[in-house]
């Protein structure tokens, strides 16, 4: 009797928290990963509990959270996804696909979602879809939707939900509405830009876009790496996982993974460290040696105020990473965009051992802007030489400079034996300029604090036209102008040798 009362009473309990999970689950997906098995990579341990490692319960909650938004009419409120549209670049074997499987399986248990998988071919789109019917044959019963139409393309529910997958092929998915869209290792599907221009009008409102995957090291200027370069501008939500997140990884496991593997290029772009690695063209069209470009990421550091009192210092634009000292020599060098975005304008003090200590650093500054803060920076150190690129908007900043009677503006002669001020880059110039500075670079002579502007090196390659390596410039979606400004003051630094004893103006018409 007393064992009989036992087992009703328990079974009351597990009935209870059936219940309650059926009603949480589709609620939560940190919740239902609790539920979610999965299989352990051969030669494994076989089937095993999900994971949650610290960056897939991150992961996690960049997915599915939500932000509460009052609806029009002002009379009630709705959750809406916080992360709308995310673009995910990582190294391999993080556990990405397994997470996304689950995501798209969970977002099943709102009735008629419609999830649309993409990857690279037929196979991998079998795999994915097989990863989701896993995460389903494992599911505790009472949270298995009814599934009556089970295919190697397609998961349809008996609440009108459906999983679809497919291969990226010119036009595949035309004609389709996603609530949900996952494109895997889009940095290599061929035809990602059809398939991208198609699928993504069709996005219903309130649905969500996830691009994930590992960088193709045979690719500088994809859609891919545009896309993530431009966020969050464009709109999505960046996100960057590298080798090191997964528990056990240490120094010792990438060199011995390094040991194994046949192709370098590749591995270093499968196990980055960085995004900007991970972003950075192959080592054979690469400017800079990207080991190089790593090491030098510990000279990053914030800005400090300027001594001379915060109003110049924090007026929004200019940046100060070391004061001016007596005993140092500077130079400076400004590269001019058109100040509507799309390029930086540019302008950086460097000491003649290489280090940048101070910046201006914008994409909307106008060029008119650009010279007044410049030169309010610049005498802050005691008005070095200065060298303005005079392309088209660098003219402004020229005459600007001249017009203010800025006391050392780089000159350079011209064909007719006249002087000109300003930078001027022909062929020649430029050729000689960025290779004198890629050679400071690579052999670690160069300090640069600013992360945004160290990263713009990772950027610039050698531009192959016509089966031949050419000059340097970004690659596509990416931008040079840091580099740029820096190369030109690199080059001029024997100028600073006149600094000495000639100190700024004694009342500032800036």
């Not at 959750?79 to 689950?102: C, E, F, M, P, Y």
């Not at 690719?219 to 996982?241: C, I, M, Q, W």
């Not at 100040?339 to 051992?353: A, F, W």
């Not at 800025?406 to 880059?425: C, D, L, V």
């Amino acid at each position: 009797m007393v064992t009989a009362q036992r087992e009703n009473k328990e079974q009351k309990i597990k009935a209870q928290i059936i219940a309650a999970e059926i009603q949480l689950v589709p609620q939560s997906f940190e919740h239902f990963l609790r539920h979610v098995l999965v299989q352990d990579p051969p030669p494994g341990a076989g089937i095993l509990p999900f994971t949650m490692w610290p960056h897939m319960a991150e992961m996690a909650k960049i997915l599915s959270d939500t932000v509460e938004m009052d609806d029009p009419d002002g009379d009630s409120t709705s959750h809406v996804l916080k992360n709308d549209r995310i673009i995910w670049l990582k190294a391999r074997q993080i556990g990405a696909t397994t997470i996304l499987a689950a995501y798209a399986l969970w977002q099943c248990y709102k009735p008629y979602s419609e999830i649309l998988l993409f990857s690279q071919g037929e196979t991998e789109a079998s795999d994915f879809l097989s990863k989701c019917n896993l995460v389903y044959q494992y599911l505790p019963r009472h949270l298995q939707l009814e599934l009556p139409r089970n295919n190697i393309s397609a998961m349809q529910f008996e609440n009108g939900s459906q999983i679809r997958a497919f291969p990226s092929t010119k036009k595949a998915g035309r004609g389709k509405t996603a609530s949900l869209l996952i494109m895997d290792e889009g940095d290599f599907h061929e035809f990602f830009r059809d398939n991208y221009a198609a699928l993504m009008p069709t996005v219903a409102k309130g649905g969500q876009a996830i691009i994930v995957s590992t960088s193709n090291y045979e690719t500088v200027d994809s859609d891919f790496k545009k896309l993530y370069r431009g966020a969050p501008g464009n709109g999505y939500t960046p996100v960057f996982y590298n080798w090191k997140v997964v528990p056990d990884r240490d120094e010792q496991w990438y060199e011995d993974q390094r040991l194994e593997s046949t192709d370098l290029a590749r591995f270093e772009k499968e196990n980055p460290i960085s995004d900007d690695q991970a972003l950075a063209a192959p080592q054979e069209l690469a400017s800079f040696d990207v080991k190089v470009l790593e090491w030098m990421r510990q000279f990053v550091c914030e800005p400090q105020l300027s001594e001379i009192g915060t109003e110049d210092a924090s007026d929004g634009y200019i940046n100060i990473y070391q004061s001016y000292t007596e005993q140092e020599r500077y130079v400076a060098a400004t590269d001019v965009s058109h100040g509507v975005g799309g390029d930086y304008s540019v302008t950086v003090i460097m000491t003649v051992g290489g280090v940048v200590v101070a910046d201006i650093v914008d994409m909307y500054i106008s060029p008119e802007e650009l010279a007044t803060h410049s030169m309010r920076l610049l005498n802050m150190y005691h008005n070095p030489w200065w060298a303005i690129e005079d392309n088209d908007q660098g003219i402004v900043v020229v005459r600007s400079a001249e017009r203010r009677k800025y006391p050392r503006q780089h000159r350079e002669k011209t064909s007719r034996g006249t002087e000109r001020e300003g930078w001027h880059a022909d062929g020649s110039s430029r050729d000689e300029m960025w290779g004198d500075f890629k050679a400071a670079v690579n052999s670690g002579g160069i300090r640069i604090p600013n992360e945004a502007g160290l990263a713009q090196l990772f950027q610039v390659v050698k531009v192959r036209r016509e089966g031949k390596l050419g000059r340097d410039e970004a690659s596509g979606g990416g931008f040079d102008d840091y580099p740029t400004a820096c190369g030109i003051a690199w080059h001029i630094r024997h100028k600073a040798r006149s600094n000495m004893g000639i100190g700024a103006f004694a009342t500032s018409p800036w």
